[in-house]
């Protein structure tokens, strides 16, 4: 599976718009872009993940660039209860496969 | 999203004792299932892929005779710690997958921290 690339941590507002970077230069055609986040001492929340296009859900929003070599993450309006490690995870499973967890980007939103 | 539990949320036991911690998908089911550990201040690590009815995928370093994972229907993995030391101590969970097409996401239990004395 591909290699990503995450900040280690970031600030953001509370009520704005956190949009979390995540490279993924070699990345191949069929490999997925998975968005994951854990909260302290809990497992992992599955966010959203996309191949080509860009998605939405009622959590976040995933942009991938025409490339796909990158991608980012919005939150559209942070809340504190956003606080947490997020991970982009690319996997060329298709979901059969585990997933290989980075270091993540810390996210915390500032009241 | 799909629900995914574990049981039991925490464990302490004594050096030697065997540990099983269950991992459910509770509105789903799930052919494939995933164990991995967490050390502290440490990310994610897959210890083992689970299929039903057959043998577990075990990763490269993770003993197959410690750490016995049996997923005997669609909707329950085991995981057994045997003989647990205190290096095993840490925060185990499991995910389980969503469907079985191409580009499934999986869902993750809450983990269990499991404590060896």
């Known amino acids: 599976d591909a290699k990503t690339t995450q900040p280690p941590s970031m600030d953001c507002a509370e009520g704005r718009a956190a949009n979390l970077p995540c490279n993924h230069s070699?990345?191949?055609?069929?490999?997925?872009v998975y968005w994951y986040r854990q909260i302290h001492s809990q497992g992992p929340q599955y966010i959203i993940h996309?191949?080509?296009n860009n998605e939405t859900n009622e959590m976040a929003s995933l942009i991938i660039t025409e490339d796909r070599k990158s991608s980012t993450l919005i939150l559209p309006h942070a809340t504190l209860r956003d606080t947490a490690v997020y991970y982009c995870i690319v996997s060329s499973g298709g979901g059969a496969d585990g997933l290989t967890f980075g270091k993540g980007t810390h996210l915390i939103i500032q009241p | 999203g799909a629900v995914v539990s574990q049981h039991p949320s925490w464990v302490i036991c004594k050096s030697g004792t065997s540990v099983k911690i269950e991992c459910r998908s509770l509105d789903f089911q799930a052919t494939t299932m995933f164990w991995y550990r967490q050390f502290p201040k440490q990310s994610l690590m897959l210890m083992a892929t689970s299929n039903e009815g057959s043998k577990a995928t075990y990763e490269q370093g993770v003993e197959k005779d410690k750490f016995l994972i049996n997923h005997a229907s669609l909707t329950l993995s085991t995981l057994t710690v045997t003989s647990a030391h205190p290096e095993d101590s840490s925060f185990y969970i499991c995910?389980?997958?969503?469907?079985?097409?191409?580009?499934?996401?999986?869902?993750f239990g809450p983990g269990t921290r499991l404590t060896v004395l």
């Open positions: 995910s389980a997958r969503y469907g079985q097409g191409w580009g499934n996401e999986q869902f």
């Open positions: 070699t990345i191949s055609g069929n490999e997925y």
């Open positions: 996309g191949l080509k």
